[in-house]
């Protein structure tokens, strides 16, 4: 009778929402959109819980965060326990608690979800961590006395930085190599401060560096020093983990006009060189007016929520697709939406158009209908013949995509690659065709999403461990 | 961590091209002719790429050669000195030249662009090529690496466009005479200003002479990332940074070379009022 009453008052909480900055005032600045729970909503949220006894979340998440477990210690007001209990598997909790497609995973799975809206998994993922990060005082687990095995990272993205961590608590020397000159990958260069500020990034390396990982930064592997360098160089095992790095383009006329950006550059240059800072930072970008944005995933919102915020008066996203079929996150869209981005959705450029100087001044585009579903099950986009039209713009940024960056596996004799450029695996666990070569992240898989290259790489980190802790 | 990339020796060249070693050990030991590093000065820097022109492994330091153009050159030529660092020294990046014995060679440099044709030159050298050398600047005061060139080059022959110094011309009429003269030529190498290069390629091409040129766009990552080098080569798009960045001179678009160099004029002047641009968008 007793536990029915409470299960009854339980469910009647609503899910609980996360201020945010106001669409007009936030498209001024490069702040972050949302603003947190506060201690009494996290705990509000935490409490409608039901604390399954086989919980769907875990199973949802890539790295098997024990999450009915911190939810329950933020439901009991220990927060720093609860991030604790994030940090056993998942290195960087500040970063999935925002960018982790939640409603696909754990929350997706929330019993709670079959009738009404899951817990929020990850509005209290990032609660948790951040409340940790704010007492100043980050805990460092126990690590594991040097086991004398070394192992090279090569890529500072969430799939290395994550090997990194779970290797340096098993007592492995480990040695992260970065091309960049700050550790992040796709974290630092890719996603926006308004989505993840940099400081976040900036304190989860810290405290890999705390565990004892060493990060060697300006190194591109394949060109410094080869994969084989590194095992004469005294490294016992090595894991790839160098991304989907090489810009898709679409090879329409015009694509090489002054103004057009793959979408890696315009973000490159805003969230890594602080372009958006210009002149106080020394890196430029051009701050277009009419701004369109080709692509439908979330890197395209970020890219036209960045040129609203770099003081488009029109920005646009076009897409080939409707907007059920496409690949952002529903939250990117509804936020790109809120800010005034215009959706020129069943639309793809055919041509861009330039005037003398070489700037782009215009895109014709053609309307699409939907055809038959293709390989992705997703319906095929069909042109529909005499309906080209051409906007004003004066900016481009296409974010159709990524591909295999060649360099790692150009310079490694015996490291099998598929046909796309993607490294071969030959199990869950990242094995690769080269003895003690391990890969794992978007260079296995092709561009995914931040939990699933950490996903795999700790796997890679258990698979090493089998193999070298003995 | 990132290892200390400290200046060792700073020297100027002309008035307004400078000579610098750094140290970078690695790159030192690794770097082949053609390949390039990004620098950095500091946290608000930009990213720029510079040619390596030389290295000492043994040292562990290698050799840029820049001309002020704007403000992180500028930066550099009036505020760093021995014993400052960069905050970023990456390389080598690009492919290196491809180097054999051709046979006979001609190497043509202008302006800073005989510091990249340098490390070429001493390489075909030491390949066994005939190396005759062209090397040009504005005025005479503008010549670098003479001596060193004259080094590594069977003959040298150094021209000024008004005059002042050696043949009175451009670098593309010396060649254009050597090729009237009827000199067997198995290859060019050109390297220099977008118009020089452009010229030599047309000077070079009735007579079906290879012609390799190195080209320097706008980078940011320099490791096939960001594709804002990408130029035009025989009609395919081409990223400079990691298919460069020399490609044959008689397929480059150098049009559009020129018109995507001028892509950040305006902000250039504004971090630096006096950046000659000489052009400016709309």
């Given amino acids: 009778m007793e536990t029915e009453r409470k299960q009854e008052k339980k469910e009647k909480i609503p899910r609980q929402a996360m201020p945010e900055q106001d669409p007009a005032r936030r498209i001024k600045n490069f702040d972050e959109v949302p603003l947190g729970y506060s201690p009494e909503t996290a705990v509000k949220e935490a409490r409608r819980c039901i604390q399954c006894k086989k919980p769907g979340c875990i199973a949802g998440c890539p790295v098997e965060v024990q999450i009915p477990k911190f939810i329950r210690e933020i439901a009991a007001g220990d927060f720093l326990a609860a991030a604790r209990t994030l940090k056993e598997t998942n290195s960087l909790p500040a970063v999935c608690g925002r960018v982790c497609p939640q409603e696909d995973q754990c929350e997706k799975e929330c019993v709670l979800g079959k009738k009404g809206e899951p817990v929020a998994i990850g509005r209290l993922e990032r609660f948790a961590a951040d409340y940790e990060r704010a007492q100043g005082e980050v805990s460092v687990p126990p690590v594991a006395p040097p086991n004398g095995k070394r192992v090279a990272v090569i890529g500072a993205g969430p799939s290395g930085l994550t ?21 992040g990958g796709v974290l630092i260069y890719g996603i926006p401060e308004f989505r993840l500020p940099k400081a976040i990034v900036e304190a989860e390396v810290a405290y890999l560096e705390k565990l004892g990982v060493k990060i060697v930064l300006n190194t591109v592997i394949g060109r410094l020093k080869t994969v084989d360098d590194l095992f004469a160089e005294g490294f016992h095992a090595v894991y790839v983990a160098v991304g989907a790095g090489a810009p898709v383009f679409m090879n329409i006329p015009g694509e090489n006009l002054s103004g057009i950006y793959s979408a890696n550059e315009y973000l490159t240059r805003s969230n890594l060189m602080k372009a958006y800072r210009f002149p106080e930072y020394d890196t430029p970008i051009i701050r277009g007016r009419n701004v369109a944005v080709v692509g439908g995933g979330n890197v395209a919102m970020d ?54 100087g070489g700037w782009v001044r215009g895109v014709r585009c053609i309307r699409m ?8 099950g997703r319906r095929s986009p069909i042109p529909v013949p005499g309906s080209e039209f051409v906007i004003d713009v004066d900016t481009v940024v296409v974010a159709v995509g990524t591909m295999a960056n060649p360099i790692v596996p150009a310079t490694t004799p015996g490291l099998e690659t598929n046909r796309r450029g993607y490294i071969v695996t030959l199990d869950e666990w990242g094995r690769t065709t080269r003895e003690n070569v391990y890969a794992g992240g978007d260079i296995v898989t092709g561009s995914a999403t931040v939990i699933l290259a950490m996903g795999a790489g700790r796997k890679a980190a258990a698979a090493i461990h089998k193999k070298l802790g003995s | 961590m990132s290892p200390n990339y400290v200046i060792t020796q700073k020297q100027n060249l002309s008035e307004t091209v400078v000579r610098m070693e750094i140290r970078a050990p690695e790159i030192a030991k690794r770097r082949r002719a053609g390949q390039f590093v990004v620098l950095k000065i500091d946290e608000k820097g930009e990213r720029i790429p510079l040619t390596i022109v030389d290295s000492d492994a043994e040292a562990g330091t290698i050799t840029i050669i820049f001309q002020v153009v704007g403000k992180t050159t500028a930066r550099m030529a009036e505020e760093m000195g021995v014993g400052d660092a960069f905050e970023v020294v990456q390389g080598p990046l690009g492919r290196p030249t491809e180097i054999e014995n051709f046979g006979r060679v001609v190497c043509v440099g202008g302006g800073v662009g005989v510091g990249v044709i340098y490390p070429i030159t001493k390489a075909l050298k030491e390949a066994g090529n005939e190396v005759v050398s062209i090397i040009g600047a504005r005025t005479k005061d503008l010549v670098i690496l003479e ?3 004259a080094a590594v080059s069977d003959r040298l022959i150094v021209c000024t466009d008004d005059g002042s110094y050696g043949f009175h011309g451009f670098v593309s009429v010396v060649l ?18 977008v118009p020089m290069m452009k010229v030599v390629a047309e000077v070079t091409r009735p007579a079906g002479i290879p012609t390799i040129v190195s080209l320097n766009p706008i980078m940011v990552d320099a490791t096939g990332m960001c594709g804002a080098c990408r130029v ?51």
Avoid at chain 2, 255 to 266: I, S
């Fill in chain 1, 163 to 183: 090997i990194a961590g779970d290797l340096a608590k098993l007592g492995y020397e480990v040695t992260v190599f970065e091309a960049l000159h700050k550790a």
């Fill in chain 1, 303 to 356: 890219a036209v929520r960045t040129a609203l915020r770099l003081g488009a008066q029109n920005a646009y996203i076009i897409y080939r697709r409707s907007e059920k079929e496409m690949p952002a996150r529903i939250e990117e869209v509804h936020h790109a939406r809120e800010e005034g981005v215009k959706f020129l959705l069943l639309t793809n450029p055919v041509e861009y158009l330039g005037d003398d």
């Fill in chain 1, 369 to 376: 209908e939907l055809g038959e579903p293709d390989a992705s």
């Fill in chain 2, 147 to 149: 001596d060193e060139m």
């Fill in chain 2, 176 to 193: 254009e005479d050597l090729i009237a003269s009827g000199e067997r030529i198995d290859r060019v190498f050109a390297i220099g200003p």
């Fill in chain 2, 232 to 282: 035009s080569v025989g009609g395919r798009t081409r990223f400079a940074c990691v298919d460069g960045p020399e490609f044959d001179g008689h397929e480059v678009d150098f049009d559009l070379l020129t018109k995507r160099l001028r892509m950040y004029c305006e902000q250039e002047a504004e971090a630096y009022e006096r950046h000659r641009c000489g052009w400016h968008g709309n």
